[in-house]
């Protein structure tokens, strides 16, 4: 049985570095539409996720993110991360 799996990126639709700190908030009340890449670089933050699920980020940590996510990203200091939202065929 061949287990081979192919991922093809459809479209890039954000790819940058970015810093996140307490006085800023990122939310996706609803569903935020693409799949999605953090590698975080510096600093610490918490994904709280509408399913209460909570996942804490630190340096060195690579997160995949699910289309059909609905959470609020919130940091003490500042949460250094590149980014990247894509769409998949």
């Known amino acids: 049985m061949d287990s ?3 991922l093809g990126i459809k479209k890039i639709l954000l790819a ?3 810093v ?3 006085a800023h908030r990122c939310e996706y009340h609803g569903e935020r539409g693409s799949y999605g890449l953090v ?4 600093g610490e933050a918490k994904y709280i996720f509408s399913t209460g699920e909570r996942v804490t980020l630190r340096p060195g940590d ?3 993110i699910s289309p059909k996510s609905a959470y609020a990203i919130l940091c003490d200091g500042e949460f250094l991360h590149d980014t990247i939202n894509f769409l998949l065929y």
């Open 16 to 18: 940058h570095e970015y």
């Open 4 to 6: 081979t799996f192919y």
């Open 39 to 42: 590698y975080v670089i510096r």
């Open 62 to 64: 690579v997160f995949f």
């Open 20 to 22: 996140l700190d307490h």
